[in-house]
């Protein structure tokens, strides 16, 4: 019983997702989420009281899906800077493949004034890019200007960019063009000898995004 009503929950969760990214938080009535998954109002609001608590987990599980892939690039040995540049290829190709992460970001725009959410997939993004600059930083990986609010501010808008073009742009050119973003930022962010040591095209990791995620 328990193990069926999880499964009803998940597929709430992914119905959800699904109306969030593709309608946007105020036309993704618990009415069609409902009816995506086939099931009545009443079930849905036996597992979520609200159409903002049901946000909520969505937020939830797309943090939670970057958090993964993290843990996952960081036990395979890459060091910090290299995870920060994998970070943005996987919400590049995530953005336009998985709308778990795609709903998170809508709703964290589009409910902006509302009461700090359980989580918020911008500020769980600003959380791992402070953490992973603190530890390029103490593993002295960084120039000075790359450990400052500055580098942790450009990135984190770093977001907002890809949110607003991953769908406008053909994947393989906005790929080159975040490759030569990082180009870039390498130079600002890392000693100048080190800079040629990090890869800024897509990882291969990213091959199969539900694996990575």
């Known amino acids: 019983m328990q193990a069926r009503s999880e499964r009803t929950r998940r597929k709430l969760i992914q119905a959800g997702a699904r ?23 009443g079930a849905l609001y036996f597992h979520f009281a609200s159409k903002e608590v049901l946000a909520d987990a969505v937020q939830q599980e ?9 843990r996952r690039r960081e036990e395979s040995g890459a060091p910090p800077v290299q995870v920060l540049i994998d970070m943005t290829h996987w919400l590049s190709r995530a953005l336009r493949e998985d709308p778990m992460v795609g709903a998170g970001l809508r709703i964290a725009h589009e409910c902006a004034d509302r009461e700090p959410p359980v ?8 959380r791992e890019v402070l953490r992973l600059l603190r530890r390029a930083g103490e593993a002295d990986a960084l120039r000075a200007a790359g450990r400052g609010e500055g580098a942790a501010t450009l990135l984190w808008a770093m ?43 897509a990882p291969d990791v990213l091959g199969d995004l539900a694996e990575a995620a």
């Open 19 to 41: 109306q969030f990214n593709e309608h946007g938080y105020a036309s993704a009535t618990l009415g069609r989420i409902a009816a995506d998954t086939g099931l009545t109002k």
């Open 62 to 70: 797309g943090s939670a899906r970057l958090v993964e892939f993290l």
């Open 119 to 126: 989580t918020d997939f911008y500020r769980a993004w600003d």
């Open 159 to 201: 977001v907002c960019g890809l949110a607003a073009v991953a769908k406008a742009l053909p994947a393989e050119e906005l790929n080159q063009r975040l490759a030569a973003s990082w180009d870039l930022l390498l130079t600002v962010l890392v000693p100048q000898d080190e800079a040629a040591r990090y890869r800024t095209h």
